[in-house]
């Protein structure tokens, strides 16, 4: 799969006029200095051949000399890559932590007022874009009321979000509030749908508690369709990932992108359009070996 | 609502046709049940505010969009329109900009932009998707897994990113934003509509007409893909809900529409970077639009579905 996405780069970096050597030198370079960089980096090969030289290349991590930093693009990569990760993750675990009691919560009480205020709330939180929902919290919390610092400390390492949370709260809550909508919504029509089923009333009928019937019964069985969501949700999160490290200025991937494009560092853009890539593939592979681990269905079939 | 022009979609499986002639077209019994849903009422109402207000507006309230400064120069009632308040004067109701553009029209030709790109990429991406979907789950076999594949790729890259590419290799205009927000987003509905297809392939008039000689063509588009019709307008409210997004949040990185264009993303944008010295009422005229309009969207895209529904139901 990653290898078809180098291709759409490679394929992209080709339709530039100009060619990859515009992409690597930035777009004064001159016809001679295309030239040469052409002839030095084996561009006047057959198209194929630069295909799978271009593909050795990003798979053995080399993607090319920042123009801007004049350093390797994956050294710039590798630094940031690790903010972007803790951030999605952290997100990512509080998401389903919030999103999850919150809709079972909702499909348990259907109808009720508490439902319907939910549902509200949810639906507006699916409609607000991710740097409103920060950019609101930046304006409240850190302008008018100076309860939270606005920006994020630039010599902070990854692990700042645990060793110095105050700084981390808003951006961490700005990339939760993006897929709550979307999750409790999901797991309130899953838990609904469980609910309606037959051994939902075998449970009550055998005479368990409501509670036990909730937790041991619907609950454990509604929450296996959302692992699947993990996956399809990861790709969201990273380009909000993007949009919450430009507000909060963390130096993370998106920044790293975002100075990229500001600058035309072209090497740079498609180097960390690459490795986002790769990162959601990873992560919806994971989240699949999760689904075989937490749906015993599954586990027993693979013994 | 009598429909004559597509009547492909009323006569599916032919023996009750009868039926839908006594009830009226299908698309009356959809219009019957988003009637009855009232926040997709709303939804509509304020869809078709912003429409006039965005495509209309300008020529009823003519504000100066391109010279800021001339206009910004101007004080009224001893203060400089750059720094203006909401409802100071009259003259400009929700105050001017940093650049000295008066808000109202701001936000108009910002809509302008935002709703045209929004609703062409929005149909780009459901008509690809569309013709995608049907030709992959038509065929089958190999073509139609290579062609899910395809899908699979495009809804794991983070789109966001591809937008920043595509746009930093060939520069920023309206036009490549359509485009590429069009083509980078089609991959959901492909799959939503190679579903449909694969249940519609087997049904009798597709074999009818393959029987009578028809080509894969003429099957996939002139009897699976309006057969898909209701599907495919539900999607299409959602694209163009998720495509306005997008581009808001394009225009809020700063890689939006160029000057002297604008949008409500780079409206947004410019606004907060004054936000800190106080300014930060700049900031909700356009945040309020972007939420309005892609709410309205989501609410009828919703009520378009339990239309859609329970036109399936009573088939």
Same mark, same amino acid.
């Given at each position: 799969?990653?290898?078809?996405?180098?291709?759409?780069?490679?394929?992209?970096?080709?339709m530039v006029p100009g060619g990859p050597a515009v992409v690597a030198l930035g777009n004064r370079a001159n016809a001679r200095t295309i030239y040469i960089?052409?002839?030095?980096?084996?561009?006047?090969?057959?198209?194929?051949?630069? *295909?799978?030289?271009?593909?050795?290349?990003?798979?053995?991590?080399?993607?090319?000399?920042?123009?801007?930093?004049?350093?390797?693009?994956?050294?710039?990569?590798?630094? @940031?890559?690790?903010?972007?990760?803790?951030?999605?993750?952290?997100?990512?675990?509080?998401?389903?932590?919030?999103?999850?009691?919150?809709?079972?919560?909702?499909?348990?009480?259907?109808?009720?007022?508490?439902?319907?205020?939910?549902?509200?709330?949810?639906?507006?939180?699916?409609?607000?874009?991710?740097?409103?929902?920060?950019?609101?919290?930046?304006?409240?919390?850190?302008?008018?009321?100076?309860?939270?610092?606005?920006?994020?400390?630039?010599?902070?390492?990854?692990?700042?979000?645990?060793?110095?949370?105050?700084? *981390?709260?808003?951006?961490?809550?700005?990339?939760?509030?993006?897929?709550?909508?979307?999750?409790?919504?999901?797991?309130r029509s899953s838990m609904v749908e469980v609910l309606a089923q037959d051994y939902i009333r075998t449970a009550r009928a055998k005479g368990l508690s409501?509670?036990?019937?909730?937790?041991?019964?619907?609950?454990?069985?509604?929450?296996?369709?959302?692992?699947?969501?993990?996956?399809?949700?990861?790709? @969201?999160?990273?380009?909000?990932?993007?949009?919450?490290?430009?507000?909060?200025?963390?130096?993370?991937?998106?920044?790293?992108?975002?100075?990229?494009?500001?600058?035309?560092?072209?090497?740079?853009?498609?180097?960390?359009?690459?490795?986002?890539?790769?990162?959601?593939?990873?992560?919806?592979?994971?989240?699949?070996?999760?689904?075989?681990?937490?749906?015993?269905?599954?586990?027993?079939?693979?013994? | 609502?009598?429909?004559?022009?597509?009547?492909?979609?009323?006569?599916?499986?032919?023996?009750? @046709?009868?039926?839908?002639?006594?009830?009226?077209?299908?698309?009356?019994?959809?219009?019957?049940?988003?009637?009855?849903?009232?926040?997709?009422?709303?939804?509509?109402?304020?869809?078709?505010?912003?429409?006039?207000?965005?495509?209309?507006?300008?020529?009823?309230?003519?504000?100066?969009?391109?010279?800021?400064?001339?206009?910004?120069?101007?004080?009224?009632?001893?203060?400089?329109?750059?720094?203006?308040?909401? *409802?100071?004067?009259?003259?400009?109701?929700?105050?001017?900009?940093?650049?000295? *553009?008066?808000?109202?029209?701001?936000?108009?030709?910002?809509?302008?932009?935002?709703?045209?790109?929004?609703?062409?990429?929005?149909?780009?991406?459901?008509?690809?998707?569309?013709?995608?979907?049907?030709?992959?789950?038509?065929?089958?076999?190999?073509?139609?897994?290579?062609?899910?594949?395809?899908?699979?790729?495009?809804?794991?890259?983070?789109?966001?990113?591809?937008?920043?590419?595509?746009?930093?290799?060939?520069?920023?205009?309206?036009?490549?934003?359509?485009?590429?927000?069009?083509?980078?987003?089609?991959?959901?509905?492909?799959?939503?509509?190679?579903?449909?297809?694969?249940?519609?392939?087997?049904?009798?008039?597709?074999?009818a007409v393959r029987v009578l000689g028809g080509t894969d063509r003429r099957i996939i588009f002139r009897h699976i893909l309006p057969n898909t019709v209701?599907?495919?307008?539900?999607?299409?409210?959602?694209?163009?809900?998720?495509?306005?997004?997008?581009?808001?949040?394009?225009?809020?990185?700063?890689?939006?529409?160029?000057?002297?264009?604008?949008?409500?993303?780079?409206?947004?944008?410019?606004?907060?970077?004054?936000?800190?010295?106080?300014?930060?009422?700049?900031?909700?005229?356009?945040?309020?639009?972007?939420?309005?309009?892609?709410?309205?969207?989501?609410?009828?895209?919703?009520?378009?579905?339990?239309?859609?529904?329970?036109?399936?139901?009573?088939?």
């Open positions: 799969m990653l290898v078809l996405v180098i291709l759409f780069t490679f394929l992209l970096e080709h960089y052409n002839k030095t980096h084996g561009l006047l090969a057959p198209i194929l051949v630069q *295909f799978f030289n271009y593909l050795k290349h990003v798979l053995t991590f080399h993607l090319g000399t920042s123009i801007v930093y004049h350093a390797p693009v994956w050294t710039l990569i590798r630094s @940031a890559l690790s903010h972007t990760i803790v951030l999605v993750t952290v997100a990512l675990v509080l998401q389903f932590i919030l999103a999850i009691p919150l809709g079972a919560l909702q499909a348990q009480r259907r109808n009720t007022r508490f439902d319907y205020i939910a549902t509200g709330i949810t639906f507006v939180l699916y409609a607000i874009p991710v740097f409103l929902i920060g950019e609101f919290m930046v304006t409240l919390f850190a302008i008018q009321l100076h309860w939270l610092p606005g920006l994020v400390s630039q010599t902070a390492g990854p692990w700042a979000v645990f060793t110095s949370p105050l700084q *981390f709260i808003m951006p961490i809550f700005t990339l939760t509030f993006l897929g709550i909508g979307g999750l409790s919504r999901f797991q409501e509670k036990l019937v909730m937790r041991r019964h619907a609950f454990r069985n509604a929450v296996l369709p959302i692992i699947t969501i993990i996956g399809l949700s990861l790709p @969201a999160l990273v380009g909000g990932a993007l949009i919450t490290e430009y507000i909060f200025d963390i130096p993370g991937m998106g920044s790293l992108t975002l100075q990229a494009a500001n600058t035309q560092d072209m090497p740079v853009v498609v180097g960390t359009t690459i490795a986002a890539t790769a990162f959601t593939i990873v992560g919806s592979i994971l989240a699949d070996l999760l689904y075989a681990v937490a749906d015993p269905r599954i586990r027993t079939q693979s013994r | 609502m009598a429909d004559t022009t597509t009547p492909s979609v009323a006569p599916i499986g032919g023996s009750d @046709a009868g039926e839908t002639t006594q009830e009226g077209s299908v698309y009356a019994l959809v219009w019957r049940t988003f009637r009855e849903n009232r926040p997709a009422v709303i939804s509509l109402c304020v869809f078709v505010f912003f429409l006039i207000f965005s495509y209309v507006g300008p020529y009823l309230y003519v504000t100066n969009q391109t010279n800021g400064f001339i206009a910004g120069s101007a004080t009224i009632n001893g203060v400089s329109t750059v720094d203006y308040p909401w *409802f100071h004067s009259w003259h400009m109701i929700l105050g001017g900009d940093n650049s000295g *553009f008066d808000i109202i029209g701001r936000l108009m030709i910002g809509g302008r932009t935002a709703l045209t790109v929004g609703i062409l990429s929005g149909l780009i991406s459901t008509f690809v998707g569309a013709a995608w979907g049907a030709i992959a789950g038509y065929r089958g076999k190999s073509l139609d897994s290579l062609m899910m594949r395809v899908v699979d790729i495009g809804l794991s890259v983070p789109g966001i990113f591809l937008l920043i590419v595509i746009v930093v290799l060939f520069h920023s205009s309206s036009t490549t934003i359509t485009l590429t927000l069009g083509l980078t987003s089609w991959f959901g509905s492909a799959r939503l509509i190679r579903g449909e297809t694969l249940s519609l392939k087997s049904r009798e008039f597709v074999s209701g599907t495919m307008v539900v999607i299409g409210t959602f694209a163009v809900a998720d495509s306005i997004l997008a581009l808001a949040g394009l225009g809020f990185i700063g890689l939006g529409i160029p000057l002297p264009n604008t949008d409500w993303g780079s409206m947004l944008q410019n606004a907060v970077q004054y936000a800190p010295d106080g300014y930060w009422w700049d900031i909700v005229p356009a945040a309020v639009c972007i939420i309005l309009v892609v709410m309205s969207l989501n609410y009828m895209g919703d009520a378009l579905r339990d239309g859609f529904e329970v036109r399936l139901q009573k088939r």
